[in-house]
């Protein structure tokens, strides 16, 4: 198997698919996180910073506007290490964010409140997968 992970949606179905209205009821978005060493600031500014340190002043700030949107993290946690299954790199972080539908989870993404706070979060993420999940009942 052969993972990419990107910071932002560029491929095109990953574009189509946020335009479509996507699936009744609410969403839960996996964030599966891998973080920079060191905290790369495109602007060139020198930082002490970790990834995981720039990606916290993010996260401080996302998690107020997940909820303005109707939205909420429902969990968050450190990869501690890998019971089944093989890959060649564990991720550092895994959480996961509930939203009432696909459009808040755009409204929030698209947000103004966002657009100072996303500078660490693309400093400290060397790379991350989203994965749009919906509830099946399954285990209930």
């Known amino acids: ?68 949107h109707g939205g909420k993290i429902l969990f968050s946690a450190d990869v501690s290490g890998l019971l089944l299954g093989h890959v060649d790199e564990l991720w550092d972080a895994v959480a996961i964010a509930q939203y009432p539908n696909r459009a808040a989870l755009i409204a929030m993404s698209m947000s103004e409140a966002l657009s100072e706070p996303s500078k660490h979060r693309e400093a400290g993420l060397q790379g991350q997968l989203n994965i749009e999940t919906v509830g099946t009942g399954l285990f209930d």
């Open 1 to 68: 198997m052969n993972v990419e992970n990107d910071v932002y949606p560029h491929r095109p179905g990953s574009i189509k698919m946020l335009q479509e209205p996507g699936p009744d009821g609410p969403i839960y978005m996996v964030n599966l996180l891998k973080f920079r060493a060191r905290a790369e600031y495109k602007d060139g500014r020198e930082s002490a910073l970790t990834g995981r340190e720039a990606y916290n002043l993010y996260a401080t700030e996302v998690t107020q506007v997940i909820q303005q």
